[in-house]
């Protein structure tokens, strides 16, 4: 329990620069799967939006965490009524946050108003390290605020079960999204319990039909339980939104894009039959 209070307390902003910054390194020492040019500017372009997130977590992950421990504190949810062991709590915690964020996801897929903020994580055509921290500032609040209050005020999960989560969820997005070639046997094996690159790589394609799958962060339990799971040969998929095609997607571009009316495209096929 020492150990992870110790992990826990790592000063997470500080975890993901290291962290991109070996992802990077190992994209262009290792062999990556799906060569594309530029990855440097590529990198700049997406940097903005960690510049962005560090600055909102100066407060945002201190409301955060009053906000849980309030909570806590009041006795608000489940588990304080409940006796489990604490390794059964963090299980569960880890799994509960996880599935609250696959429902958070799967909305912001099917809300438009919510879409046109989540669509600029899916609006990069090129996908490596760095894509994973191309998310707009303002779904970060509403995504990762929301569903922490929400797992703590029903289930009484607390900041150490959120901290374990975030220690996990972070590198692990970094692998999903990071540019490197994974044996598909991963697939068959790990990716039954577990979202795989290749898995998420599937819910980054232009086709709406496996755009709108494949919500879960680290359980893919979620899709194969809720009926989202979908399966394309990771050499298949087309990368990014086809409304994006033709855009220069530049990182102020893309913070003024939620603002701007941008028609989805299977809208704008709909409308024209
Ligand atoms: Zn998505
Ligand atoms: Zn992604």
Redesign the pocket.
């Known amino acids: 329990m020492e150990t992870l209070n110790t992990l826990i307390s790592i000063n997470f902003d500080l975890l993901t620069v290291v962290l991109l910054v070996i992802f990077f390194t190992a994209e262009n020492v290792l062999n990556t799967q799906f060569k594309f040019d530029k990855m440097g500017k590529h990198l700049l372009e997406n940097i903005g939006f960690l510049i962005l997130i560090t600055l909102l977590n100066l407060f945002w992950a201190g409301i955060i965490v009053a906000g849980v421990d309030w909570l806590n504190s009041n006795q608000i949810g489940l588990f304080h009524y409940l006796n489990m062991p604490i390794w059964l709590f963090l299980l569960l915690s880890l799994m509960l946050f996880d599935m609250a964020n696959y429902w958070f996801h799967r909305i912001a897929h099917n809300v438009s108003f919510l879409w046109s903020f989540h669509r600029v ?1 899916h609006s990069d055509s090129r996908m490596d390290a760095s ?2 921290i191309r998310v707009h500032p303002i779904e970060l609040v509403f995504y990762f605020g929301s569903s922490s209050f929400l797992m703590a005020a029903i289930f009484g999960l607390d900041t150490t079960g959120l901290g374990l989560y975030v220690l996990v969820i972070i590198p692990y997005v970094f692998i ?2 990071c540019n490197l070639k994974y044996p598909t046997w991963i697939d068959k094996t790990f990716g039954l319990v577990f979202t795989t690159p290749n898995f ?1 790589r599937v ?2 394609d232009q086709d709406e039909f496996y755009t709108n799958s494949n919500y879960a962060d680290i359980f893919i339990l979620w899709d194969r339980i809720f009926g989202t799971f979908k399966y394309k040969h990771p050499e298949e998929v087309k990368l990014g939104l086809k409304e994006f095609d033709d855009q220069k997607q530049s990182f102020w571009y893309l913070m003024k894009t939620p603002f701007i009316n941008i028609p989805r495209h299977s809208d704008t096929n709909q409308n024209s039959k």
């Open positions: 994580h894509s994973n999903e999204h998420h819910h980054h």
